[in-house]
């Protein structure tokens, strides 16, 4: 009995509970993946601005409607971490790594607008941490619990972005999220009277989403606009920015954008602060840094790119690394006792891109 009260309110508060994007939010919402291309790594995962380029159509498809015919291909690795704080000494430590990240978009021009089509990796539900369960505390423990979960959630769209007055554009796309997850938690017991168990589940998912978007591409200052919507496993965002040519700085592009996931309910605001840095006539260097408002501990959430975009004649070849910090009050584990969960995650993306025909 005791055995079978422990799986149904584990299994009750992963299957019920909504978290803010973290490492251990993949029993729930899915952990998001934090950049889809080399440039939206290095740039703190610009939604609104950014680098032009077909898998815009994942964030502000309008910026896709200066391009002519490109292919782009992506791909990343992404390492998360979670630190269990209690009196400030690490407690736990639980890790899972992902290599399988891709993204592959084209765009086309068709007289007054330009289509595109893609596909991407948007979401990861991998997990895998273990718990020492106790009655109490102070009694020894009744065994050892382990979570696992594998899965991940893809979108594939179509868009279509036209210029529609000067240096302004729009543009809208469509398609399906599709997410598949699979669970499995195992209770091995160290008590002769309790029996060890398991529980298996999974996850099926198909839901229409879009997004849509303006931008202004002037040749001092940029500014954008985008909104994604909302899916059972991905909330929506709104994103706003600007950016202007620093002449003084080497002709630096320097900028800023503000998102807010799930505005008008939980309002989970992420600010990022980016620069694109001319190296030489053919080759840029991306930086960001970028916070959100989500403190714990007194500890704001923190994130750093680095990146680079190199064009060879028809080809253009990127490469990012962010990496992102911050701190939470739970794990995925009822009643595991500690005063802070520090989430950490570090992506590295490369990518090439081509103009397709003359």
Not at 326 to 334: E, S
Request: net charge negative; charged share 15%.
């Amino acid at each position: 009995m005791k055995t079978f009260i422990i799986i149904s309110a584990i299994i009750t508060i992963l299957v019920s509970q909504a978290f803010g994007f973290g490492y251990y939010d993949s029993i729930t919402k899915g952990t998001i993946v934090p950049g889809i291309t080399p440039s939206t790594t290095a740039l703190g995962s610009l939604r609104a601005l950014g680098i032009t380029e077909a898998a815009s159509i994942f964030y502000n498809p309008a910026q896709t409607a200066t391009l002519s015919a490109d292919i782009q291909l992506a791909g990343s690795t992404i390492h998360w971490a979670e630190r269990v704080i209690q009196t400030d000494v690490e407690k736990t430590v639980r890790t899972f790594m992902t290599i399988d990240n891709g993204t592959a978009a084209v765009v086309y021009p068709a007289g007054p607008v330009v289509i595109g089509a893609g596909i991407a990796k948007i979401g990861e539900f991998g997990y895998e941490g273990s718990h020492t369960v106790y009655d109490d505390p102070a009694d020894p423990e009744l065994g050892v619990a382990v979570l696992y979960a594998d899965g991940s959630q893809w979108e594939t769209l179509i868009g279509v972005s036209s210029l529609i007055k000067g240096n302004l554009s729009a543009g809208i796309s469509g398609g399906f999220r599709t997410v598949n997850a699979n669970y499995r938690y195992e209770f091995n017991s160290h008590r002769f009277l309790i029996p060890d168990s398991s529980a298996l589940w999974s996850v099926e998912d198909q839901e229409f989403a879009w997004h849509a978007g303006l931008a202004m591409d002037g040749e001092i200052f940029k500014s954008g606009v985008s909104y994604s919507s909302e899916t059972d496993y991905m909330d929506d965002i709104i994103a706003f920015g600007a950016s202007a040519v620093a002449t003084h700085l080497n002709n630096t592009l320097v900028g800023f954008e503000a998102q807010i996931s799930s505005p008008l309910d939980d309002n989970r605001f992420m600010g990022n602060m980016f620069f694109q840095m001319p190296l030489t006539a053919t080759m840029n260097a991306l930086t960001s840094v970028s916070f959100d408002d989500n403190r714990v501990a007194n500890r704001a959430g923190l994130g750093f790119g680095l990146g680079f975009d190199l064009r060879l004649n028809r080809f253009s070849i990127g490469g990012g690394l962010l990496s992102r910090f911050k701190a939470r009050k739970n794990t995925a584990f009822p009643n595991e006792q500690s005063d802070r969960v520090d989430d950490s995650s570090t992506s590295f993306s490369i990518g090439v891109s081509c103009l397709l025909g003359h």
